[in-house]
């Protein structure tokens, strides 16, 4: 089946820390990946995504490699600010008319001044 | 960007009662709009996808009967938890799509169920 496992929080850092938060996928296919950001009171936004194998999507200085061989989708960001407070979502999703996602357990990430 | 609304963002009730939640998209028309659960550490886990002025279609192990939705105009979802019981205490978010690429994908902000 489809899945998505990613590091378990909280993630707590200090401000202009890296950061990395492990996301792993298992998948039938040829999926897209996605990471999404919630930020508190509001609705996850997309943050960004790669639809294939050596894509790296990149936002707001957030940036993921699709790594096929490892099944992986890491996001990574050099210098965290305190207003990347949040929770990260992982998610993979199939093209074709479908929408539907599968969503990691989110981590959350605090960082402190 | 485009917005969803949800509400309420908390609710507790009594073993037994029904709630309703709400999904609206403000600013657009979602054909499609998808209801999800997220236990404590869990992954969010699709429910239900729903098209506007059709029956939705549930995912395997979710009880249709459990969870009522609605979608009965392009604006709003609503998603009715009956006969609650401590066990359906959860974090229910929605979602609201115009197309048929995923990065159109909207979300509410979640509304998290507490059953006395």
């Known amino acids: 089946g489809n899945s998505v496992t990613q590091m378990e929080g909280p993630v707590t850092l200090s401000e202009e820390a890296f950061l990395t938060i492990n996301c792993t996928y298992t998948?039938?296919?040829?999926?897209?990946l996605f990471w999404y950001v919630q930020y508190p009171g509001e609705g996850l936004q997309l943050l960004l995504k790669a639809t294939k194998a050596d894509d790296k999507g990149s936002n707001k200085g957030f940036e993921a490699t699709y790594r096929k061989e490892t099944t992986s989708f890491h996001l990574e960001k050099g210098s965290v600010q305190v207003s990347d407070s949040a929770v990260y979502f992982c998610?993979?999703?199939?093209?074709?008319?479908?929408?539907?996602?599968?969503f990691g357990a989110g981590t959350r990430l605090a960082v402190h001044p | 960007g485009a917005v969803v609304s949800q509400h309420p963002s908390r609710v507790i009730c009594k073993s037994g009662t029904s709630v309703k939640i709400e999904c609206r998209s403000l600013d657009f028309q979602a054909t499609t709009m998808f209801w999800y659960r997220q236990f404590p550490k869990k992954s969010l886990m699709l429910m239900a996808t729903?098209?506007?002025?059709?029956?939705?279609?549930?995912e395997q192990g979710v009880e249709k009967d459990k969870f009522l939705i609605n979608h009965a105009s392009l604006t709003l979802s609503t998603l009715t938890v009956t006969s609650a019981h401590p066990e359906d205490s959860s974090f229910y978010i929605c979602?609201?799509?115009?197309?048929?690429?995923?990065?159109?994908?909207?979300f509410g902000s979640g509304t998290q169920l507490s059953v006395l």
């Open positions: 729903s098209n506007e002025g059709s029956k939705a279609t549930y």
């Open positions: 998948a039938t296919g040829y999926p897209s």
């Open positions: 979602s609201a799509s115009t197309g048929s690429t995923n990065e159109k994908l909207f």
């Open positions: 998610a993979l999703g199939f093209s074709g008319g479908y929408n539907k996602l599968i």
